[in-house]
Antibody
Framework: EVRLLESGGGLVQPGGSLRLSCAAS????????MSWVRQAPGKGLEWVSA????????HYADSVKGRFTISRDNSKNSVYLEMNSLRVEDTAVYYC???????????????????WGQGTLVTASS | AVQLTQSPASLSASVGDKVTITCRAS??????LAWYQQKSGKPPKLLIY???SLESGVPARFSGSGSGTDFTLTITSLQPADFATYYC?????????FGPGTRVDFK
């Protein structure tokens, strides 16, 4: 059974930093691209970032580019999101998501999400 | 970047109704579209990928169609468990945008 468990959320002041973690199990982790997707309170889903299976390729939404960094440690079956210069509008539940099987599951292509974690809440507020 | 719109933004329906939700892309994306269902306080659940492929375990009353710019999600015979918000998502290239969502609630 695929399991994704996010952690690291919390309350942070605008301009501050936070690091989210996602621990994965139940599949061959380095075979799959991974992503972070967020959802502001009462709002829709917003894709944030993605990383390839090897970690060699990353993509970001324009709204977080230059402030957020995605990384992964395949030896620990974990993916991370380092968030700097946080803004009030970054307040959201952050979900870790695993790419669907597809033709090349490790690549950041055909990136739809077959499995999701339960999410971790990040609140940027003074 | 390709934008997605969904219509309607919300709808009210009864158990047993047929429901159709539309997703439109601002430029052609072939069949690189997925549909998700999300219930309050829960993560999204994948329903459809490649515009019309049913995810394993998803009831057959859900179906997807379309290609290029126009896509539909159809629920035949709406069930109590289907009252939720539905999102489309494009996945041909980054950014992997989601549509704004369609809320389906009780009439």
């Amino acid at each position: 059974e695929v399991r994704l468990l996010e952690s690291g959320g919390g309350l942070v002041q605008p301009g501050g930093s936070l690091r989210l973690s996602c621990a994965a199990s139940g599949f061959t982790f380095n075979n799959y691209a991974m992503s972070w997707v967020r959802q502001a309170p009462g709002k829709g889903l917003e894709w944030v970032s993605a990383i390839s299976g090897s970690g060699g390729s990353t993509h970001y939404a324009d709204s977080v580019k230059g402030r957020f960094t995605i990384s992964r440690d395949n030896s620990k079956n974990s993916v991370y999101l380092e968030m700097n210069s946080l803004r009030v509008e970054d307040t959201a539940v952050y979900y870790c998501a695993k790419k669907g099987i597809g033709l090349v599951p490790a690549a950041i292509t055909a990136l739809y999400f077959q499995h999701w974690g339960q999410g971790t809440l990040v609140t940027a507020s003074s | 970047a390709v934008q997605l719109t969904q219509s309607p933004a919300s709808l009210s329906a009864s158990v047993g109704d047929k429901v159709t939700i539309t997703c439109r892309a601002s430029q052609g994306i072939s069949t690189a579209l997925a549909w998700y269902q999300q219930k309050s306080g829960k993560p999204p659940k994948l329903l459809i990928y490649d515009a019309s492929s049913l995810e394993s375990g998803v009831p057959a009353r859900f179906s997807g169609s379309g290609s290029g710019t126009d896509f539909t999600l159809t629920i035949t015979s709406l069930q109590p468990a289907d009252f939720a918000t539905y999102y489309c998502q494009l996945f041909d290239s980054s950014p992997f945008t989601f549509g704004p969502g369609t809320r389906v609630d009780f009439k």
